[in-house]
């Protein structure tokens, strides 16, 4: 399956994003998705998970309470949508597919995912 992030830009600190992940390929309702994200000298990190359903969603604590995941499996694309953003939440989202099953101690692994989209930049101004 092949991903395609976007959504991101410049956005003022407490504004809003909504980044999209658009799927094609193969049947994208088959597969649990991940977004993840990597600022500048760090390493990537977790940020939410959706299973295949859209029924179960995990989220960072960093993200949590701030950030919805979705999918819409009819125009295979999943959603995360981030209000209150803060200049720490500036990076590199990237999306990322996997194939069920995908256990609770699994979800926040990039080894979990085996497809992975290009990366939206997001900058948060403060």
């Known amino acids: 399956v092949q991903l395609q992030a976007s959504g991101g830009g410049l956005v003022q600190a407490g504004g809003s994003l909504r980044l999209s992940c658009a799927a094609s390929g193969r049947t994208f309702s088959n597969y649990a998705v991940g977004w993840f994200r990597q600022a500048p000298g760090k390493e990537r990190e977790f940020v939410a998970h959706i299973t295949r359903t859209g029924g179960t969603t995990y989220y960072d604590e960093s993200v949590k309470g701030r950030s919805t995941i979705s999918r819409d499996n009819a125009k295979n694309t999943v959603y995360l949508h981030m209000d209150s953003l803060k200049p720490e939440d500036t990076a590199v989202y990237y999306c990322?597919?996997?194939?069920?099953?995908?256990?609770?101690?699994?979800?926040?692994?990039?080894?979990?995912?085996?497809?992975w989209g290009q990366g939206t930049q997001v900058t948060v101004s403060s």
């Open positions: 990322a597919a996997g194939y069920p099953p995908i256990y609770i101690s699994d979800y926040k692994r990039e080894s979990t995912y085996r497809y």
